[in-house]
């Protein structure tokens, strides 16, 4: 699969990696967390294609095989790389998922480009609608001092600071609930990512406000998240996305960390493939 052109301004362009598995079903499109890569995706990918659709998963610029330009790591032009990626494939009666981070592409994609290729939306431990504690967000999980903290673990030290961050990614209640190589692996999608990108995302996914978008929505929307996610808490973002949205239908999964995807594959899978059959 060519990897897509996403336009960037009238002057620039970033070469986004995508994987597509081909064929005529509906299509799904997988958007990863940070830092990840589309990569992080690999306990979906294989039941979504035995299920019959067509899954794409990229990298988002900065991360994984993608390029790493020095700029363009605001919401609004994230958006527009989902679009490029949708344009290009000639997606439409698409699902998109977003997990994490990937969630506020979502958001901001209906928002900026309107649902007329999309069937239905996935916000999967989801930073919608808005993580940064405020006057006027007062349950906003994410103080200004943990923002702060997280981004001066991540100048200092990465290696360090990636190895406390999938600590606390894939465990619940301080139990870690995957395997040590699964971790690990994860590590390796961590080190992939462009400091600059790791950086300009951490800050967007942690400042911006996703509450008008959020309003836009109007198609399916399944909101999955795990009870004890101590990187994106549930009461902060997943609960507060289904009462924004209209006729959102909720999981909870119990016992399951951030990175529920791969910890509790079995139920995430389960929960997405009965939400994408309706």
């Known amino acids: 699969m060519p990897d897509v052109t996403a336009s960037s301004g009238l002057l620039s362009s970033t070469k986004v990696h995508v994987e597509d598995s081909g064929g005529s079903g509906r299509p799904v499109v997988l958007i990863h967390g940070w830092p990840l890569s589309g990569e992080s995706w690999s306990e979906q990918v294989g039941p979504l294609s035995a299920a019959g659709h ?33 344009k290009e494939l000639d997606l439409t009666d698409v699902t998109l998922v977003g997990f994490s981070m990937g969630g506020g592409e979502v958001a901001r994609y209906i928002a900026r480009h309107g649902e007329d290729r999309i069937h239905s939306v996935v916000f999967a431990a989801a930073v919608p609608p808005y993580l940064l504690k405020s006057d006027d967000n007062p349950d906003g999980p994410l103080t200004e001092e943990a923002a702060a903290e997280m981004t001066k673990g991540l100048e200092s030290d990465r290696t360090t600071f990636f190895d406390g961050f999938t600590q606390d990614f894939f465990s619940a209640k301080g139990e870690l609930k995957v395997t040590e190589e699964q971790r690990q692996e994860a590590i390796v999608l961590c080190h992939q990512s462009d400091q600059t990108a790791a950086l300009g995302c951490m800050e967007a996914f942690g400042t911006t406000d996703f509450r008008d978008d959020l309003a836009k929505v109007t198609v399916p929307t ?25 006729g959102s239908e909720l999981v909870v999964v119990q016992d399951a960390p951030h990175g529920f995807n ?12 009965s939400f994408l059959q309706h």
């Not at 067509?54 to 989902?82: H, I, N």
């Open 54 to 86: 067509r899954v794409v998963a990229y990298d988002r610029r900065g991360f994984g095989r993608s390029d790493k330009p020095s700029k363009g790591y605001d919401y609004d032009t994230l958006a527009d790389d989902l679009d490029g990626v949708l």
């Open 222 to 246: 399944l909101v999955i998240h795990g009870d004890s996610d101590a990187t994106v808490p549930f009461e902060g973002s997943g609960k507060r996305t289904h009462e924004a949205i209209a």
């Open 262 to 273: 791969v910890s509790h594959a079995d139920e995430f899978n389960r929960a997405l493939l």
